[in-house]
């Protein structure tokens, strides 16, 4: 079935350092990809998307792209800073069922000034 | 509303009682998803609504557990006998028709049972 497995933390950083956060996936048909955050006391909030192979989705300084041939869909950002400290979720959804979201375990990320 | 409206925030009841919790979706989603999620872990699927009708409930736990969606819009999660074990936040999220969209989701209700 579909599943995601991403990068087990918690990972700590220094403001301004590189970060990436793995994920890969198994996926029956052609998944949609998305990387979801989680902020201290805040709700699920999608941070991006890709909905097929090769896109990249990028958001405030975040970006990902959709490997199939790696089934991956890696979490990077070129400077973290002190307020992307988060639990960030890979997750996909089968756009063919619809059926629900699958999710990873999450990472827990801290950055430090 | 402009984002998926769960209540109550915060429940606490006492083991072998029922809860009910609410979730009102963004208006005009047809796609409704319940998930639990307990600390440190990724939200787990529960029940899956297009419409009215529950399309998946593959992820409910058991029998204690139902969901109902009368309407199309509001859902109620419905947990009956509760356990200690039933003690987490659980999470409600819509999706619009277009199959490619993100689920939008609540802030969720963390529910304690003492």
């Known amino acids: 079935g579909d599943s995601v497995t991403q990068m087990e933390g918690p990972v700590t950083l220094s403001e301004e350092a590189f970060l990436t956060i793995n994920c890969t996936y198994t996926?029956?048909?052609?998944?949609?990809l998305f990387w979801y955050v989680q902020y201290p006391g805040e709700g699920l909030q999608l941070l991006l998307k890709?909905?097929?192979?090769?896109d990249k989705g990028s958001n405030k300084g975040f970006e990902a792209t959709y490997r199939k041939e790696t089934t991956s869909f890696h979490l990077e950002k070129g400077s973290v800073q002190v307020s992307d400290s988060a639990v960030y979720f890979c997750a996909l959804s089968d756009p063919v069922t619809r059926n629900q979201f699958y999710f990873g375990t999450g990472t827990s990320l801290t950055v430090i000034p | 509303g402009a984002g998926v409206s769960q209540t109550p925030s915060n429940k606490v009841t006492e083991k072998g009682k029922y809860v009910e919790l609410r979730c009102d979706p963004i208006?005009?989603?047809?796609?409704l998803y319940w998930y639990r999620q307990s600390l440190g872990q990724g939200p787990e699927f529960l029940i899956y609504?297009?419409?009215?009708?529950?399309?998946?409930d593959s992820g409910l736990p058991n029998d204690r557990f139902f969901a109902v969606r009368p309407e199309g819009s509001v859902s109620t999660l419905k947990i009956q006998r509760t356990e200690r074990g039933d003690s987490a936040v659980y999470l409600c999220?819509?999706?619009?028709?277009?199959?490619?969209?993100?689920?939008?989701f609540g802030q969720g209700t963390r529910l304690t049972v003492v």
């Open positions: 890709a909905t097929k192979a090769d």
């Open positions: 208006s005009g989603h047809t796609a």
């Open positions: 609504f297009q419409g009215t009708g529950a399309a998946d």
């Open positions: 996926a029956t048909g052609y998944p949609s």
């Open positions: 999220a819509s999706s619009s028709t277009d199959r490619r969209t993100e689920a939008f």
